[in-house]
């Protein structure tokens, strides 16, 4: 099949790149690298600068014909959103309804749409908490997610665009953005190696940190395998099903990194859940996938990646 992956110079959308063509697909990206990086697309790929709130990405549909779009562009800060919603509504909407446009006028088959699990149930009681449970998103981009997620319910029953939802946790994983306002895990492992102090966020509550459900970014990318090759429909939980404090985790990262460093103390952000913990039954009863990479494993993957990053960068010419 021919697969469009949106986003695709991105964390995420490069590693699911990686996986379509190692299953043997042709895949094109789409990305206007505003987070994405030129050396994350894979040789392989083909890529297009654009932007997918523009009129010119339709060119790329127009001519491409993929029989598959897989959705990962977006601004993908819950910090940045609060700050400039109206940002996030130009990408996360107005560019998704613009893809979504482009896919009814040339015919896309299968549109797997990414929002997330990580945002935008917010505070809700029950936890874990599963697909069935009412949103009740805290920040613009949860609000933003949240809306893409009934646009593509649109779309399905006005155009009979067949879609699926993947409500990521917090996936991390090689070439998470170290230096942006998500993704701690990335965050944590560039501080400690470079001998800097990571801040921990928490509310005065909860002195040990937040709760986050983390997800290695191999697991995601099978999800979105598995979510391709299927025709189930509604919104997916993609986590790893266990909650975890931000101290624990920086403890885990800490010790991954053999470093002996004392975390500064923040404040919680505008938009920030006190905690998150996924039900992932539904994808493990309806698409075969359940996390298979436990978090001192996913850890230890990732802080081996950066390491190998960093002495390439200091390594003599
Ligand atoms: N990282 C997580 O933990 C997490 C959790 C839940 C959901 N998500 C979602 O997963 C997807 C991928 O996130 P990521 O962590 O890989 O972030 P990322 O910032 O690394 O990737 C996003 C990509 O989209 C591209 N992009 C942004 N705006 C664009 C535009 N207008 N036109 C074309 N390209 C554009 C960026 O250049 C980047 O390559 C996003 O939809 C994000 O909301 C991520």
Known sequence: MKILVT?????????????YLGAGHDVVIADNLLSGNIDNVPADARLHLVDIAAPEFDLVVATERPDVVSHHAAQMSVTVSARDPGLDARINCGGLLNVLQSCVRHGVGRFVMISSGGAIYGDVPQRPTSEDVAPQPLSPYAIHKLTGERYLEFYRQEFGLSSITLRYGNV?????????????????VGKLLRGESPTI??????????????????????????????????????????????????RAVQAACGTNVTPAAGPARPGDLKENWLDVSRAEHLLGWRPEVSLPDGIARTVAHFRERQSAATAPA
């Open 7 to 19: 986003g695709g110079a991105g964390f995420i959308g490069s590693h699911v790149a990686d996986g």
């Open 172 to 188: 991390y994983g090689p070439r998470q953005d170290q230096h942006g306002e998500a993704g701690v895990v990335a965050i944590f």
């Open 201 to 250: 966020f928490a509310y005065p509550d909860q002195p040990a940190g937040m709760s986050r459900d983390y997800v290695y970014v191999a697991d995601a990318v099978r999800a979105n395998l598995r979510a391709t090759e299927s025709d189930a429909t509604g919104a997916f939980n993609i986590a790893g099903g266990t909650p975890v404090r931000t101290g624990d985790l920086f």
